[in-house]
């Protein structure tokens, strides 16, 4: 059975960084993985994917400021210069097998 799990949320000010991690098992390999994220009130939008061979894609409102990367079954958010506007809850995700696997969900606040 496959699982994700997310760490490393939290509240940090304006400015600040955090590193959001994603471990999976239940498969000994993962193509793509990702991040999405839902604002309260807000649909659940896209941030980050990263394919095995390490391409990397990025929604335009992270783009210079979150690093996506990853190893065989964890892929990583490095999230510098945050902003209020980030503040949500982040979802990693891992399609496998024509089916959409999704952690928790780990909440990351960021003040003003």
């Known amino acids: 059975q496959v699982q994700l799990v997310e760490s490393g949320g939290g509240l940090v000010q304006a400015g600040g960084s955090l590193r959001l991690s994603c471990a999976a098992s239940?498969?000994?390999?993962?193509?793509?993985m990702g991040w999405y994220r839902q604002a309260p009130g807000k649909q659940r939008e896209y941030v980050a994917t990263?394919?095995?061979?390490?391409s990397t894609k990025y929604a335009d409102s992270v783009l210079g400021r979150f690093t996506i990367s990853r190893d065989k079954t964890t892929v990583y958010l490095q999230m510098n210069s945050l902003k209020p506007e980030d503040t949500s809850v982040y979802f990693c995700?891992?399609?496998?097998?024509?089916?959409?696997?999704w952690g928790q969900g780990i909440q990351v606040t960021v003040s003003s």
């Open positions: 239940g498969s000994r390999f993962f193509n793509t």
């Open positions: 995700n891992a399609p496998l097998f024509g089916h959409d696997y």
């Open positions: 990263i394919t095995s061979g390490g």
